[in-house]
């Protein structure tokens, strides 16, 4: 037997396993952003399944983008514990560097958001390129990850909220998650009808986390909000100056954007899902953030990212007011490599996690090939409605 029919069965078992792992993630999930253990878990064994087969390298030529542009937030060091629900948004210095040696070895040319508009707009892609931007403007990035970009020479870019930098940001699911680490029981009124979550274990934890978490994101943004000050205040958890300790003042930012690797975009003035407020509101909150900006900083804000990102929190009409307002580019956080078509739709574009769960070398070699999200897509058709698909946006 050659050694084509010997591979081609190998491959093709790995493309169906990754197309059953996801359809069941998808099923699991129902558009959620967030996936649970088991989900995380089935996703880990099919990007595995579509690397050690080779799978992913027979779909590439059919699959790949253009370019990249990664979402991170948190970079620091690992933290211990069993119950870390906010985990996701969270890598290791290591798995930054990393993640750049990687793609500077594969060929990829690290842009600027501004470079990346312009090599969109021209339709330029004779090269692959990658961008990497943070949301929320956490001190972290300073003191772990600009050192490393500085140590390369290249750049990136970090979208800020700017009520943060006056310590003023509502950093609500890292609240929740301290209130749920802290008891053994949570009672919450959610529909009307009062629910009690055990939370003895970080199994239990974890489960509570997710229901409770995923329940607010369904209401009013100040509702949420307002539901876990409550919880705060009845259970005594201090969270007053959360938003201080993590996130960069002005000072810090404005010493980060006097390098030009550093590009300082808008990311709203309270982190508000767009979509759940009237077109006025949303545009005062993108208008405002950009103004703010330009003012602490002295010079233009050109690009923006959408709080949350997800279908449910920015859509067609959040794209046009981006658009109306002169920004040149926003990402969302919409699953997906940048492809020759988004030179049309330069206000939606979507982005690649760089996600505390998926700290392997292959899973980014994986998800760069493009491969997962066609299968996804396939996977999100058969399994729930054809919108909730990754590179929806597009």
């Known amino acids: 037997m050659g050694a084509a029919e010997t591979l081609l069965p190998r491959i093709f078992a790995g493309r169906v396993f990754a197309g059953r792992a996801f359809a069941e993630i998808a099923r699991r999930n129902q558009g959620k952003s967030r996936m649970s253990r088991r989900s995380t878990g089935l996703m880990k064994a099919a990007l ?118 006056e310590g003023r940001g509502d950093l609500w699911w890292l609240k929740l998650e301290k209130v749920v680490r802290a008891l053994n029981t949570i009672e919450v009124k959610m529909h009307g009808t009062w629910t009690s979550f055990e939370c003895r274990t970080a199994q239990q934890k974890d489960a509570a986390f997710d229901r409770i978490y995923w329940w607010l994101r369904g209401l009013p943004e100040k509702e949420a909000r307002e539901v876990v000050a409550d919880l705060c205040r009845l259970h005594g958890i201090d969270v007053e100056h959360l938003c201080r300790e993590l996130v960069m003042n002005w000072d810090e930012i404005r010493d980060l954007a006097s390098d030009p690797l550093v590009t300082i975009g808008a990311h709203t003035r309270r982190h508000y899902a767009l979509a759940k407020l009237s077109a006025s509101e949303a545009r005062q909150e993108i208008e405002e953030s950009v103004r703010r900006l330009e003012t602490e900083l002295a010079r233009p804000c050109r690009h923006f990212s959408f709080p949350y990102g997800d279908l449910g929190s920015a859509g067609p009409r959040e794209f046009e007011l981006v658009r109306e307002l002169g920004l040149k580019t926003a990402v969302t956080t919409c699953k997906g490599l940048i492809r020759a078509r988004h030179t049309k739709s330069l206000t939606s574009l979507p982005r690649l996690s760089l996600n505390g769960e998926f700290q392997k070398e292959r899973y980014i070699k994986v998800m760069l090939t493009g491969a997962p999200f066609a299968i996804w897509n396939a996977a999100q058709r058969l399994t729930l409605r054809p919108q909730a698909s990754a590179d929806a946006h597009t």
């Open 48 to 165: 595995s399944a579509l690397h050690y087969t080779g799978a992913d390298g027979m779909l590439s030529p059919l699959t790949s983008g253009v370019g990249v542009i990664f979402t991170l937030h948190h970079v620091r060091p690992e933290t211990p514990g069993d119950f870390q629900p906010n985990r996701i948004l969270s890598i290791t210095p290591e798995f930054l560097e990393s993640v750049i040696k990687f793609v500077v070895e594969r060929g990829f040319e690290v842009l600027s958001l501004d470079d990346v508009e312009q090599r969109l707009s021209e339709g330029e892609f004779d090269r692959p390129f990658a961008c990497f931007t943070f949301d929320d403007g956490y001190r972290d990035n300073k003191q772990y990850a600009y050192p490393i970009f500085h140590r390369y020479g290249l750049p990136f870019a970090i979208y800020v909220p700017t009520d943060f930098p």
